[in-house]
């Protein structure tokens, strides 16, 4: 990716360049319409929609999976790993799987791939990779290009692309360039956001991320920047088992990122938020329209469809963690232990 010589690492770079990879994978979809054509013709005749992936990638089927539950669809996900090694009995000739991977070299997708082409009835494989030249896109039935674009840190644009494509699958797909402008709104003034939001987090010891629905997308995944680019360890949680133990840990060591994007919980969240606040802890709920209870503070994204908000509502865990790895010392979005493409299980 070329730098675009007004932002001071690639990290914070690709978080700006989010809004035109959203828009790059709308764009991309015009061209894959046989493609999509196709998918929905086999998932109206197969058993159950599958959802798999790794990291950001399974992160992201959140969305689809609530969205076409929602719809009456047999759909569910499950990781790769845990896929290939103990689940792949479920899996049926008329199972649709949809496989996610940024790299489409991620080492569980392709000895995934591998074992169900192996069988003497494959299920139907589709690939939703950054690119289309990958091993996972040439051993699928159908591969979709999310057209993210070139990609050095942890995962923005590519988590955004694979929302777009997934929220074509599940029907959503054509309000993207919605979602688009609202995160163009919202990075009017990156920086100054990030350092506001640093602030807000005072370095307090426990960190939680909380949603429920296609929010579970944002929360997973903000927690999983911010453990990756700042080494902060961030847990998500859905917001309801938040209070089968977890509660315990509200108090003034909490800050809590509550995502209220999913209206029919929304009330549920704010009082969740509402108390985590009057218990001390820093709580920050980011919504449609801002709306936070006393003591907690509001963030509005805008009316964004639901497949597609959690593309959205990532943006403060983003800014939060590339803002935090700088204080750090260290180089925001710069891997030491891990790898941009995980070649070994």
């Known amino acids: 990716m070329k730098s675009l010589g007004k932002f001071p690492d690639s990290f914070l770079e690709e978080i700006a360049g989010q809004p035109a990879a959203i828009r790059r994978a709308a764009a991309g979809l015009a061209g894959q319409r046989d493609a999509l054509a196709e998918i929905r013709r086999h998932a109206a005749g197969s058993d159950a929609i599958l959802f798999t992936g790794m990291g950001s990638s399974y992160d992201a089927c959140y969305a689809p999976v609530t969205q076409l539950a929602e719809q009456g669809v047999r759909a569910a996900m499950v990781d790769s790993a845990e896929l290939l090694h103990f689940r792949l009995a479920q899996v049926t000739g008329r199972t649709l799987v949809v496989a996610v991977s940024q790299s489409g070299e991620s080492a569980e997708l392709v000895r995934l791939a591998d074992s169900l082409r192996a069988r003497a009835q494959p299920p139907v494989l589709v690939a939703i990779t950054n ?48 979602a688009a402008d609202r995160m163009d709104a919202l990075l009017e003034r990156p920086e100054d956001d990030a350092a506001e939001l640093a602030t807000w ?14 929010a579970r997308a944002a929360a997973e995944m903000g927690a999983l920047t911010l453990k990756e680019a700042a080494r902060l360890p961030a847990e ?9 133990g977890p509660l315990e840990l509200a108090g003034p060591e909490l800050a809590a990122l509550i995502f209220a994007t999913e209206a029919r919980t929304r009330e549920l969240d704010l ?6 606040a009057s218990a001390g802890s820093a709580v920050l709920v980011i919504s449609d329209s801002g709306e ?52 070994v299980e």
């Open 236 to 244: 998500s949680l859905q917001a309801a088992q938040f209070r089968h």
């Open 271 to 276: 009082r969740l938020a509402g108390e985590l």
């Open 131 to 178: 690119g289309a030249q990958n091993t996972l896109a040439e051993k699928a039935t159908i591969a979709l290009d999310t057209h993210a674009g070139e990609e050095l840190g942890p995962s923005t644009m590519t988590f955004a692309g694979a929302l777009v494509v997934l929220a074509a699958i599940a029907g959503d797909g054509d309000r993207a360039m919605d």
């Open 201 to 214: 987090y005072g370095e307090r010891p426990v960190v939680t991320l909380l949603g429920r629905g296609c």
């Open 292 to 343: 936070a209870p006393d003591g907690a503070r509001g963030l509005a994204i805008g009316p964004v469809a639901d497949g597609l908000a959690p593309a959205v509502a990532i943006l403060p865990a983003q800014l939060l963690a590339w803002r935090l790895a700088a204080e750090r010392g260290r180089r925001p979005g710069e891997f030491t232990r891990a790898s941009k493409v995980t070649r």
